[in-house]
């Protein structure tokens, strides 16, 4: 569960940032109609998803884990509209869950739009459940993210944010992986996060992951001078790191 970093690049996820399968069924008997959903990636699209009904609400803290690739619905019981894959960009899918139905949970995504959410049949072994009590607030007004562990600050730095044209989508966000980067020398890992740029379609020819990542100096702290990243100093970053995947990392 924790963010070890995985030995993968972002150079088609946030590249441009900086600069200024084998799939298993959900089940045997599975419609076979269901192959042919979009994956719920950082690299797809879900118009028909539900929104985030509450976009700065807290949540409970559960996050889970599909022990297989489950199908993800627009309601309980609803239409499907969407694949859970096992991994994301190397990483373990963990999603942090909104809502509850019974076996049902309501989570959400790390495709575009922003704030996706969809449902998952959680009975059974088809998940892993967890307890996350870290939370990430980003003030972009005051260029200002803090960690919280049960409701306590443990951490407070100062950050660099998208400019005026390419500015950080706000919202209820999550970290989706951690990835080590090979590439570039900005940022020795970087964390995409589950939102998108509003503004630019692509990054480096990916589809604008927005992410957290260091920069090779600090001018950029307390400046809105990124293509919509968060440019944090290095120990933000290896506290950041730390987190497990699906923390919030709630944005306003």
């Not at 509850?100 to 009975?123: C, E, F, K, M, V």
């Not at 989706?176 to 590439?183: G, K, R, Y």
Request: aromatic share 6%.
């Amino acid at each position: 569960m924790l963010a070890v970093a995985a030995a993968a690049t972002l150079t088609l996820l946030v590249s441009a940032c900086g600069g200024d399968t084998e799939r298993k069924a959900e089940a045997a008997g599975e419609q076979p109609q269901t192959a042919s959903l979009p994956e719920a990636t950082t690299y797809e699209e879900i118009p028909n998803a539900p929104i985030d009904p509450e976009p700065n609400a807290p949540t409970e803290g559960e996050v889970l884990h599909p022990t297989r690739e489950l199908t993800v619905h627009d309601a309980v019981d609803g239409e499907p509209i969407a694949r859970l894959p096992v991994k994301q960009i190397s990483s373990p899918t963990w999603v942090p869950v909104i809502a509850r139905d019974g076996d049902w949970a309501q989570i959400l995504l790390p495709t575009r739009p922003n704030g996706a959410t969809g449902w998952i049949n959680t009975s059974g072994d088809a998940v892993e459940s967890a307890e996350n009590d870290y939370l990430v607030n980003v003030e972009l007004d005051s260029f200002n993210l803090e960690i919280l562990k049960d409701g306590e600050q443990i951490g407070e730095w100062t950050v660099g944010i998208g400019e005026p044209e390419s500015p950080t989508p706000t919202g209820r966000a999550y970290i989706i992986a951690s990835i080590e980067e090979t590439v570039n020398d900005y940022s020795p890992i970087v964390l995409p996060l589950s939102y998108h740029s509003d503004s630019h379609e692509t990054y480096g020819g990916g589809p604008g992951t927005v992410g957290i990542h260091t920069w090779p100096d600090d001018s950029f702290v307390g400046k809105a001078n990124s293509d919509g990243c968060i440019r944090v100093t290095k120990d933000a970053l290896e506290a950041l790191t730390q987190l497990p995947l699906g923390t919030i990392v709630n944005i306003v």
